[in-house]
Structures are given as structure tokens and as C-alpha cells.
């Protein structure tokens, strides 16, 4: 109760600072008047004549823009510094760099500033270049591009032994210019421990196609012989993620690693070869072990053997004792699944007594539903954004609660807020996105938090938005921050060709990706809708869409065209809206198993009996997102129970 009040105090307080807010947005406004459109115009003909390479006339305009809308000076002298650099007035350049970092010292430009800095004093071939490097490096140290750049210009000025330093750094990072690193370095320069590192940042950054070449490159070389165990576990661990499952089991049952070797004979059904290890996964302690066990125990449920799962169950309370609520759970689940609703009931209602979520209370109730009981717990009203709450709403055919507040407009009365208007007044987007990114990083409150995420969601950055605005207490005036309408325009119009809802497709995109266009998954999922290349292209092939490479897939028009259409497929294959949420999620053949396998009595079963944790979690909230952008207009519910299966 005390934490409710709290969290109900400052929603209070941020909604009373937005109150004070909108009072300012008069002189916001007063403020952005004063400054004449045509005097704003010289910046954005400034940078036009610059890209199109008129430098005479850039500097011209460029100049007025600085004398005319100190505001945005840091914009002209950048990009003026540029245009004299291309006139080779260096000089010149290098005092509007100078003047910017003086003048503009918090300004979002100020990285930018010093790599042009670094640029003009290569040209220049000033000695101070080298303290540059060395201090840009020192603050921006994950910048490969001026790594590489020192590191040629080192080698240039016969630091050969620095040089090759920082090659190989940039060679072992694995990230950007890794190639260009390696075109610099003799094989004799790469130890077999530097190849090894190099292949665990690949492996960590999900490359695992490249990360199995380079683990295999390690082992044939040799002076790697101490490093085989490790090179070899990172050999099966790049099979596993690639799933080949029965080529990682092979490797892992060579190795010591009883943890990878259990996982991945589970994955390959190799049983015999999981309860060797059984005993050592129990008595390890680790919650990974356990978690397995509790998937082992879910699997001899599946396969009939209930009494062996409660046993095994009850053996694995002992071992781990942090995760009692889960194995009590299971437990539950496996009375339930076994139709003993009596044992059921009375360990949903301890787990719900000592826990309070709202699944222990829904499954209490089905329990006395199964047994024509009238013992069932009247259930409170459960705030919205919660899956059961929604389950609730469909049994009784009852719309989700519509959202009528407007959502919260906040201003706020600063350079910043002056700066980002005026960007986006000249159509400057991706420069007020870096504005409002560089605002939000300062120690920002709820007011400002609220207004940086509305005018990122303006301007289309979705992703941004929805990870700023998640850090605010939900109210009902923050819906559409939480749930915006990202690329409404083509979810339309794929809705329409495909006859699905673009709600629905929307919401599966949220938790995918969070409109992130440039996704990429552990699976090596891509875009908006995280498809595998492999699907795309037979999907792709029916829509008459060429995807001349994987790339293609991060163009959102192209993600969400062939996405919804796959989409539509698995939901006419099913006939159940859960089970295609899954089938997208875990694929066509798991779900169809699962759903064979499993006689459910009602849709509900289905989705808490699925054995994936990842698509379990997956369909709730893909369905609970689902049921979030309903609210925003008037939904024929009885359409939605129909797609959704038996309840």
C-alpha cells in the first residue's frame, strides 16, 4: 500500500509539473517568433549548398545563419568548417572549430567538432594531430573509424609497433573495419590467444556463422593447444545457437561442460544422455541448472509420467531453494494438467496468498470451474496491463477499457527545446533526434522525459520513444507513448492487401523489435517483424518481392509487407490466434506438435502449457499489447474471441 501511494504521489508531481509546463509554452512560442523564418532558411541553404558541393555559396550562407541564429551557431560553424576545409582554408576551419568548442561547450556537436578537428590537422600535418588522437580516443574509445585513422597515421610516422597495437585491437574487437585492420597485419602478427579473443567477440555479438569459422581456425593451429577446451565449447556453443543441435552435442560430449551437454541433448531429445547429468545439475545449485530440471520435469508430464515430474519436482525444492515459487508453480500446473483440480487448487491458493500475481488467482478459478464448484474467489479488479486481467475480459465477451484522456502535452522552456524546434521547423530530423537523445541523457525528470518521448514518437523515432517513456509511471494520459501508431501508413496498407489487423501485426512488432528497423535477433532475425532471411524469401517470392540480399529485410515497407503476409498464413493455418502468435515465434511444426499432443481444454491451457518459456512469455505479450491497442478505438470484441480459440 505504501509503495501504491508512492507511485500515485508522483504521478501527481509529474502531472503537476506539466500543469507549470504548458503555462511556458506561450513564451516558448513568443521566442521561437522572434526569430525571422527567412533568417532560419540561411542554415538549411548552408548545408544544401555544402552536400551539393557550392562552397563559395555555403560559406556565404553559413555565415549569415551564424550572425543571424546564434541558437543553432554550432550547426553553421560545423558545417562551414567543413566547406573551408574543402577550399583548403584551413585555417580558417580550424577557428570555427576552435570558436565552437568555446562558445558551445554542452552541445551535442562538440564529438563531431573534434573529429573534423582531427581531419584539419592531418591536412594541415600539424604535430598536434597526435595529442588529438590521443585525447578524442581517451573520450570516445569505441570509435573505430579514428582508431584506424591513428593507426595509419602512426604507421605513417614510423610508430610501426604503436601502429600494429591498435590494428590488432580493432582486428580482435571484431566490429567495424576489422577487415581493414587485418589488410594492415601480418599473419605472424595475430597469436593464436589474439584469434581466440577475436572469435568470443563474435560469438558475443551473435556472428555465430563467423564465430564457428574462426573457433575451428583456432583449434587447427598449434600453439593453441591450451586454449582447446575453451575453443572447443565455443566451437559447439556456435553449433547450438546456429541449431545444430546434434552437431553441438557431439563436440559437448567431449568436453566437461555438463551444463551445455544437458541443454543441448534436451534440445535433441537424447534423454538418456540429459539423466546422466541429472544428478550433477541438481546438485549444483546454479538456477540455470534448475531451470532445466523444471523443463525435464515438464517434459516426463508431457509424455505421462506426472508421478515421476511431482517426484523429481520435490527432489529439486531442496537443491533450489531460490526458486521455490517457480517449482511450487510447477507442481500446480502438473496437478492441474493431471485434472487432480483439489491438489491444484490448494497450491494456487498458497502461491497466490504468498505472491499475489494474478495467474495463481486465474488458475484458482478454473480449477473451481472444473470441478462445478461455487467456491470461486471473487476476483478484484485487476489493473489493466495485465495478461489475466484481459483473459478475464474475453470469457465475458467485455470490450478492454477504451482510452479517453488526451495524451499529456509538456513543454519545456529552454535553448533545447528552442534548438529541436527550430531543427525540425527546417526539416533538420535526424539532427533534433541527436538534440532530444543528448537532452534525455542529462539527468532528466518525468517532465522531461515526457517531452523528449512525444517529440521523438513526432519524428518517428519509435524505438527511443517507447524506451524513454517507460521510465514514467503508466497513466492513462501516456497511452499512446506506450503503444504509439509506428508506421501506421504501411501496416494500413499491408492490413488492407492481406486482410489482417494492423493492430495485431503493430503489436507483434513491439515486442519483436520495439520498431527498431535495424533488429537483428540471437537467431539472426532481421527488422520490424525479426524475420529469418530463410522464411522471407519463400514468403517474399508469393508477394513478388525481390530480396536481392538479407539487408533488404531492414527496409520497414518491404519487413512489414512480407511479415504481415507470413503472419496471415500461420493465423489461417491455426485458426487460433495464439497458436500463430507462437508459430511465429517457435515455427509451424512445433506448434502443430504441441497443440497435437496436448488435448487443451480451452485456449487459455494452450498458451501457460507451452514448452518454450521464450514463446510463452512471447503470445502473453504479444496478446497483452494486442489488447493495449484496442483500447485507442472502438473493438468488436466478439471478433476477437472468435480469432482467439476456445476460452
Not at 462445478?372 to 471473487?378: E, I, M, T, Y
Request: glycine content about 4%; overall charge positive.
Amino acid at each position: 500500500m505504501k509503495s501504491s501511494s508512492k507511485a500515485f504521489n508522483k504521478t501527481l508531481s509529474t502531472i503537476a509539473a506539466a500543469v507549470f509546463l504548458l503555462a511556458v509554452w506561450g513564451i516558448c512560442t513568443k521566442l521561437h517568433a522572434e526569430i525571422n523564418n527567412d533568417d532560419a532558411l540561411y542554415l538549411k541553404k548552408g548545408k544544401a549548398n555544402l552536400e551539393s558541393r557550392n562552397y563559395e555559396q555555403a560559406i556565404s550562407n553559413l555565415t549569415s545563419a551564424f550572425e543571424k541564429i546564434p541558437l543553432l551557431g554550432d550547426y553553421a560553424l560545423l558545417w562551414r568548417a567543413a566547406a573551408l576545409e574543402s577550399k583548403s582554408d584551413i585555417n580558417a576551419a580550424l577557428a570555427d572549430i576552435a570558436l565552437l568548442k568555446d562558445r558551445y561547450k554542452d552541445s551535442p556537436l562538440i564529438k563531431s567538432a573534434r573529429a573534423k578537428e582531427i581531419s584539419l590537422l592531418k591536412n594541415k600535418k600539424d604535430p598536434k594531430i597526435a595529442k588529438a588522437f590521443q585525447e578524442y580516443l581517451s573520450d570516445y574509445p569505441s570509435d573505430t573509424a579514428l582508431k584506424l585513422q591513428y593507426a595509419d597515421y602512426l604507421k605513417q610516422n614510423g610508430e610501426k609497433e604503436h601502429a600494429k597495437k591498435l590494428f590488432l585491437q580493432i582486428y580482435i574487437a571484431a566490429a567495424g573495419y576489422s577487415k581493414n585492420a587485418l589488410e594492415a597485419l601480418a599473419p605472424s602478427d595475430i597469436t593464436a590467444e589474439d584469434l581466440f579473443k577475436r572469435c568470443e567477440n563474435l560469438k558475443k555479438s551473435w556472428y555465430f556463422e563467423e564465430s564457428e569459422r574462426c573457433f575451428k581456425e583456432v583449434l587447427q593451429k598449434d600453439s593453441a593447444k591450451k586454449l582447446n577446451r575453451d575453443a572447443t565449447d565455443g566451437l559447439a556453443y556456435s553449433l547450438f545457437r546456429q541449431k545444430r543441435y546434434g552437431e553441438a552435442l557431439k563436440i559437448y560430449k567431449e568436453t566437461g561442460n555438463r551444463y551445455w551437454r544437458a541443454r543441448t541433448a534436451f534440445r535433441t531429445g537424447d534423454f538418456e544422455t540429459f539423466s546422466s547429468d541429472l544428478n550433477s545439475l541438481l546438485k549444483s545449485g546454479d538456477n540455470k541448472a534448475g531451470q532445466l530440471v523444471l523443463a525435464y520435469a515438464a517434459s516426463k508430464r508431457r509424455s505421462g509420467d506426472s508421478e515421476g515430474s511431482i517426484k523429481l519436482l520435490n527432489e529439486a525444492i531442496g537443491y533450489f531453494p531460490s526458486m521455490k515459487e517457480e517449482i511450487l508453480w510447477a507442481k500446480a500446473w502438473t496437478y492441474f494438467r493431471d485434472k487432480d483440480c483439489k491438489s491444484a487448487s490448494e497450491l494456487f491458493s498458497q502461491l497466490y496468498k504468498s505472491h499475489g500475481d494474478s495467474k495463481y488467482l486465474y488458475w484458482k478459478n478454473r480449477c473451481s470451474e472444473n470441478q462445478d464448484s461455487n467456491d470461486a474467489v471473487k476476483t478484484q479488479k485487476i489493473h489493466y496491463r495485465d495478461f489475466y486481467a484481459y483473459l478475464l475480459d474475453l470469457k465475458k465477451n467485455k470490450k478492454p477499457e477504451a482510452v479517453e484522456k488526451e495524451p499529456m502535452k509538456v513543454a519545456i522552456n529552454s535553448n533545447a527545446a528552442d534548438r529541436i524546434d527550430m531543427l525540425t521547423r527546417l526539416g533538420f530530423t535526424n539532427e533534433a533526434t541527436s538534440e532530444l537523445l543528448h537532452l534525455s541523457k542529462k539527468n532528466p525528470d518525468n517532465a522531461l522525459l515526457i517531452y523528449t518521448s512525444s517529440y521523438l514518437a513526432k519524428l518517428g523515432s519509435y524505438k527511443a520513444s517507447v524506451g524513454l517513456i517507460s521510465k514514467v509511471p503508466y497513466t492513462q494520459d501516456l497511452h499512446q507513448l506506450y503503444y504509439p501508431l509506428a508506421y501506421w501508413q504501411e501496416l494500413e496498407e499491408e492490413g488492407r492487401a492481406n486482410e489482417i489487423d494492423p493492430l495485431l501485426v503493430l503489436s507483434v512488432m513491439r515486442e519483436e523489435s520495439r520498431y527498431d528497423n535495424e533488429a537483428r535477433s540471437i537467431a539472426g532475425a532481421l527488422g520490424l517483424l525479426q524475420l529469418m532471411p530463410q522464411t522471407a524469401q519463400r514468403v517474399g517470392k508469393g508477394l513478388k518481392v525481390s530480396l536481392k540480399h538479407n539487408n533488404d529485410l531492414y527496409n520497414p515497407k518491404t519487413n512489414i509487407a512480407i511479415g504481415s503476409r507470413y503472419l496471415k498464413s500461420v493465423i489461417q493455418r491455426f485458426g487460433s490466434l495464439p497458436a500463430a502468435i507462437a508459430a511465429y515465434n517457435a515455427g509451424e511444426e512445433a506448434v502443430s506438435g504441441w497443440l497435437k499432443k496436448g488435448s487443451y481444454n480451452g485456449i487459455d491451457e494452450f498458451i501457460e502449457d507451452i514448452p518454450y518459456d521464450e514463446t510463452r512469455n512471447y503470445v502473453k505479450r504479444v496478446l497483452t499489447t494486442y489488447f493495449e491497442y484496442m483500447r485507442l478505438r472502438d473493438t468488436d470484441i466478439s471478433a476477437i474471441s472468435k480469432n482467439m480459440g476456445k476460452l
